[in-house]
């Protein structure tokens, strides 16, 4: 079977040899890839983490199962352990059964397993930036597996490479194949690592989170390329992603991975309409959703996922779990539900519906959106000048008005210049034009001490919690010392009293003070930062993506503890973010942007219920949701073509390269912001068309 | 690439200028003063008129910045001056021993690199393992051993047992290039021993970070062959920093020459050099100062160059 | 040769965590050579500083009736050409490099620390004085700088020490030093927590000090280990030249100068010692700054 003299092997003739096999469900075909009790370790110095426990999964020809689970859970090491592409036994060991096609792979030497890498079975990697090697171009780097595998003349590699760019979706593939990787978006990376992936033909894929580095409307791009090349190539493909929307609208069958171990698996539709494991249960649960009706609050799982290096004994969710109970400390059993639903607890839960529907969020009123602004931001504007000439206008004619006592939302991918406006707006840039009213002065103009003044009303909570902190220092010290300096507290010891108020406000152990930065997890890390920015006193609060780098569970906690805040504080925040879904719950009004410029702006209801723009519409029907298991079968308009270079953006409105209904009179000149009502602007010439 | 090379060259000039500048400022601004060191040189204490007027002679009594200007027109005719001990033109004696320094130069940097880039790539490989220790233990060496020691070592060694010593006079390389490279591969090794040790280290951690970098992880999962990943994705890769380093070190590498053409006898600029720190002999320092950064910008172009022809992200010009 | 990438699948788990490493076995046994390194250090250090107590003749005393004498009993390393005993003269020649190299590298680190760290924080155009004056410093050899200013300085006896030769090895230490300490100060500028320091209104100097510079501890330390060993070896090969430490301080260097090599085709101890005791210092500065170097990095931190 792995004769490597037979070439490219027609899936007709592999299947011939496939000898029957009597699983869960007779008529179902075998399994292309079968892993059974994977198990890995990890050996350092003082420590030995047992990351993967008993892991077993299959995948069919033409289907897509889903690895789901939050960071640690072990879900990258097993797709790791199954291609074999661990390193070092020192310090690694994996056990268990991996079978292609029937036949066990593992056991196989590696010179033999080297012959099946990239040949029959595939993978593709998280980061397109880094996984391409930038001194080879991509056209010798789709080449390799062919020359390897298939022994393919150079002429012969070339015509096949051309035509996995073409099947990818890759124009002009002759000359990219000349071109090297940094030549290349994001996106296209990516689509060339799928080529590459599928180069020899291979029985099966797996994909470690291949859309989490790219924008939501690339994501949509390359997810809905990979289910049809699955399809049309009878290929399985394991998809491994955190995020369950992905899941509810790409995934056939899904697996969800908690504390190294598969707590429950089943179809889609099975286990995100009645999920059986309390942790599926909570996953649901906590992740915001575009598709019912907001929440006032989100239901959190309470504390963090375990660290790999002490999982809790028997049920590793029981420390977190609504009903645990002295049964859940012995190791649950798999057990199965007629229909084939897998799924490992003492106390399933056996009936589950959308929270949301049980509790809509009463329809708050609108007058907090129409006060007096607290920040009202007037056509700001941000340059940058090139060290060897040209101008990155990085952002445009921002006019943006934050609800006092409320939320600005402020989204967009990648490159829009949302951070930027968060910066020049906090004074680390300077601001090349426009103006920006806080309590009626110009904080852009502000002298040195009215600044100084000005820093303490305006505060801000930074995405990345661990590079926010110094690292050197310990928390105690780093929540007194803007206490300190700024006179707030008179001496130490009226600084630790505050200190302690702070760590209670956001839900931290006073006994937090005594610690590093690099012992505390994400989830504390940012309640750290959150607490010094209270510390100040604030007004206004600017989150530039505060929650981006958390889990789903630990992400729902802080955004009611920010909810919280501003209730009991009455802080307002303009709280920037790229999930849509997470911006709709927390903002009353949300602004959305591409390529430094405002497309449109209005009030949650305006906005995600009646969007004008086509930006907009478009970023909302990328956005996978859970709700997608039921609309499967719905095209979805896909924004097509990679994001222009903030260098050389179009003429006109900025979005009509992309815009399925850009007309000519898109280019001649910037749409200006038509008001649908008072609340709601569109910059699109065709906004007020049906 | 036209373009870039004439960038390059137009860069050069300030810094050029900037270094004649501080050596000639260092030179006369500090205290010290050659003509009276030469005097005395030749017996007896010199009076005080007479010091006087052999500096009015010698130019050396003219305003600070007369003289700078002096210098600054000559530097552009090429003129460097006359020592002030022997009166010959500086120009001459530095390129009368200029293609010595510079052939065992370019010898110590082909020995150096031609035993770093494979030991180090093998030792960033096998990393933890006894070969590993073993070229680790190599390399140590000879950063530990002051280069102008191991060259009289190896220089003893040679002669006990062989009774070999590296020839005399000077051969030159058009017409007896064998005999060169007699007399000059002692102190080659000397130096590129050195200058090997610090590019094993660095082309031994490329390779190892190499190795945990992502594209590597792809080459494996396409399954191809351990030699293919090792030419096609890791070397490459690696050489990039290693050729930094080359021509960062570069100035090291023309440090431990000056000091091994005094082992070796050899007639180099390095020799030339010292005799003129320890006479004074101002002109004849600021012009060898001059020249060998030249030689320094001049290597520290090819680098880049080589850089820019391996790393398809760098664009020249 | 083996497949450096090769994995296969284990016959069983492990089943115990090994020992919980204490400070031994993590710094000493984790670093043999670094551990040996600091062994050395230390013990050089004593050795230079009880010299003269240990010492068995005084290393000026002249015996030219013993001249170029093997080890023996009576001299355990031989005698030079002046009939002066080779082992004390090592000893005090240990006390010179350490004196020297331990000076200059501190000199150099501290101030290049200052200049580098000031060059990534304050821009504009000072920033760009102190690039081009650093680009200046850096293309002339190191040795070449230190000779230039050794013969521009002249020398300057303060207490039996040449200031004047420290500063002449610290100020090429300077440009080197700076260029590390600015880059590692760029990417502390750019993460997040110096922009919280920013929008917390702390002053200037409060951000350098209490914020850059702790963070930059690290590699200092490690350069500056790293260049006490470079300082050695220029103070050595300055003797050698007949331009460092002059007659009759001991310097290792200087011992082998002028016909030490000559008269080493029939008595090599005159030129090995010396050799093998700067080697020795080097290696050991050299090593322990490796480990210094690997124990700092934050890569290899495994409490995360």
Known sequence: ?690 | ?317 | MRNPFATTVSDGLWTEAPRHSGFFRRYVLGQPLGALGFALIVAGFAVSLLAPFIAPYDPLVTDYGNAIAAPSLSHWLGTDSFGRDLFSRILYGGRTAFLIGVSASFVGCTIGLFVGIASAYIRGWIEMIIERFLEILLAIPTTVLALVLVSSLGRNLVYGIDLNLILAIALPIIPKMARVARSQALTIRSQSYIDAAVTLGFSDLRIIFRHMAPNITGPYLVLLTAFISQAILIEASLSYLGLGVTEPTPSWGLMLAGNAFNTAMTAPWIVIFPGVAIAVVVFAFSMFGDALRDALDPKARADR
């Open chain 1, 1 to 690: 079977m792995y004769n490597e003299r037979s070439g490219m092997m027609d899936m007709g003739e592999v299947m011939e040899q496939i000898p029957a096999k009597t699983g869960a469900s007779d008529d179902a075909p075998a399994p292309l890839l079968s892993v059974r009790n994977l198990n890995v370790q990890f050996r350092a110095n003082d420590s030995l983490v047992h990351i993967v426990r008993d892991v077993s999964f299959e995948v069919r020809a033409g289907e897509i199962l889903a690895l789901v689970g939050e960071s640690g859970c072990g879900k990258s090491v097993s797709s790791l352990a199954v291609m074999r592409l661990l390193s070092d036994p020192k310090t690694t060991r994996f056990t268990g059964e991996a079978r292609l096609l029937g036949k066990d792979y593992f056991a196989l030497p590696e010179e033999d397993m080297r012959r099946l890498r990239g040949r029959d079975i595939a993978m593709i990697f998280q980061e397109p930036m880094t996984s391409l090697n930038p001194l080879l171009t991509i056209g010798r780097q789709i080449a390799e597996p062919m020359f390897e595998h298939l022994r393919l003349t150079a002429s012969q590699a070339q015509a096949r490479a051309i035509d996995l760019l073409t099947k990818v979706g890759i124009t002009d593939p002759e000359r990219r194949l000349t071109q090297y990787p940094h030549e290349l978006s994001g996106g296209m990376r990516q689509r060339v690592m799928i080529a590459i992936a599928l180069a020899c033909n291979p029985k099966v894929i797996i994909a470690d989170e291949p859309t989490t580095a790219l924008d939501v409307t690339i994501q949509a791009q390359i997810l809905d390329l990979l289910q049809s090349l699955v399809r049309e190539m009878n290929v399985g493909l394991v998809l491994i992603t955190h995020n369950l929307a992905l899941v509810a609208r790409y995934a056939d069958r899904v697996s969800v991975m908690y504390a190294g171990k598969i707590v429950e698996s089943g179809t889609t539709r099975q286990v995100l309409e009645t999920p059986h494991h309390r942790y599926t249960e909570g996953l649901l649960a906590a992740v915001p959703r575009l598709d019912v009706p907001r929440q006032a609050r989100l239901q959190s799982i309470p504390g963090q996922p375990p660290s790999p290096r002490n999982f809790p004994q028997g049920c590793a969710f029981h420390p977190r779990c609504p009903v645990a109970s002295e049964a859940c400390h012995s190791q649950p059993e798999l057990s199965a539900t007629d229909k084939g639903q897998r799924y490992a607890c003492f106390h399933p839960a056996m009936t589950w519906q959308v929270a949301a529907l049980a509790s809509p969020a009463p329809v708050p009123a609108d007058d907090r959106v129409v006060r007096s602004p607290v920040l009202q931001v007037r056509g700001l504007a941000k340059d940058f000048h090139l060290k060897r000439g040209g101008t990155v206008r990085a952002i445009q004619g921002i006019d943006l008005d934050v609800p006092e006592g409320g939320t600005l939302g402020l989204v967009g991918e990648s490159g829009c210049g949302k951070t930027t406006v968060a910066r020049t707006l906090l004074h680390l840039q300077a601001a090349s034009a426009g103006t920006a009213t806080f309590r009626g002065s110009n904080i852009l103009s502000a002298s040195k001490s009215e600044l100084l003044k000005l820093r303490q009303k305006i505060q801000v909570v930074y995405q990345d919690p661990f590079t926010s902190l110094n690292p050197r220092h310990r928390i105690g010290q780093t929540l007194a010392e803007p206490l300190l300096v700024h006179g707030l507290c008179a001496d130490k010891r009226a600084a630790r009293a505050r200190v302690e108020e702070l760590l209670d406000l956001v839900g931290l152990p006073r006994d937090i003070t005594e610690r590093y930065p690099h012992q505390m997890s994400g989830g504390q890390r940012q309640r750290v930062g959150i607490a010094r920015a209270l510390g100040m006193k604030p007004e206004l609060i600017i989150c530039d993506e505060p929650v981006s780098a958390l889990d789903v569970s630990i992400q729902a906690q802080i955004m009611n503890l920010f909810a919280d805040l501003r209730t009991k504080l009455g802080l307002s925040y303009l709280f920037i973010a790229h999930d849509l879904a997470v911006v709709r719950h927390i903002s009353d009004i949300v602004a959305v942007m591409y390529l430094g410029r405002v497309m449109e702006i209005g009030t949650r209801a305006e906005l995600f219920e009646r969007p004008r723009h086509p930006y907009t519409r478009a970023l909302l029907a990328a956005v996978p949701s859970l709700g997608d298991e039921n609309r499967k079968s719905q095209a979805h308009a896909v924004v097509k073509g990679d994001l222009p270079s903030p260098l050389n953006p179009p003429a006109g409105c900025v979005f009509h390269t992309r815009c399925p209904i850009a007309t000519g009179a898109c280019r001649s000149a910037i749409p200006p912001a038509i008001a649908l009502s008072q609340t709601h602007r569109v910059a699109c010439i065709k906004a007020e068309c049906p």
């Open chain 2, 1 to 317: 690439m036209i373009r870039y090379l004439r960038n390059r060259l137009l860069l050069a000039i300030p810094t050029l200028l900037g270094v004649a500048t501080l050596i000639f400022f260092m030179l006369n601004v500090l205290p010290g003063d050659t003509v009276e060191t030469m005097l005395r040189a030749e017996g007896g204490s010199p009076s005080v008129e007479l010091v006087a007027a052999e500096r009015a002679r010698l130019g050396l009594d003219r305003p600070l910045l007369v003289q700078y200007g002096d210098f600054l027109t000559g530097l552009v005719t090429l003129d460097l001056g006359h020592s002030h001990w022997t009166g010959k033109p500086v120009i001459e004696e530095v390129m009368l021993r200029l293609p010595i320094t510079l052939e065992v130069a370019v010898l110590s940097m082909i020995v150096a690199i031609a035993v770093a880039v494979p030991l180090g790539t093998i030792a960033g490989l096998y990393q933890g393992s006894s070969i590993d220790y073993a070229i680790r233990i190599f390399a140590i060496g000879g950063i530990a051993l002051p280069s102008f020691w191991f060259g009289m070592i190896i220089a003893l060694v040679m002669l006990w047992s062989f009774n070999w010593l590296p020839p005399l006079g000077s051969p030159s390389l058009m017409k007896d290039p064998f005999r060169l490279l007699q007399q000059l591969i002692l102190p080659a090794i000397a130096v590129g021993y050195r200058y090997s040790a610090i590019l094993i280290r660095m082309m031994r951690s490329s390779v190892i970070d190499a190795l945990h970098e992502d594209y590597v992880r792809t080459a494996r999962a396409k399954g191809l062959r351990v030699a293919r990943i090792v030419w096609r994705h890791v070397v490459p890769n690696s050489l990039l920093p290693t050729i930094t380093m080359i021509g960062l070190e570069f100035a090291l590498l023309i440090g431990s020459l000056v000091v091994i053409e005094q082992v070796f006898s050899l007639n180099g600029i390095g020799r030339l050099f010292i005799e003129a720190v320890s006479r004074s002999d101002f002109m004849v320092i600021q012009g060898i100062v001059i020249v060998l950064t030249v030689i320094f910008i001049a290597v520290n172009l090819l680098v880049d160059l080589a850089y820019a022809a391996i790393d398809p992200r760098i664009e020249l010009g």
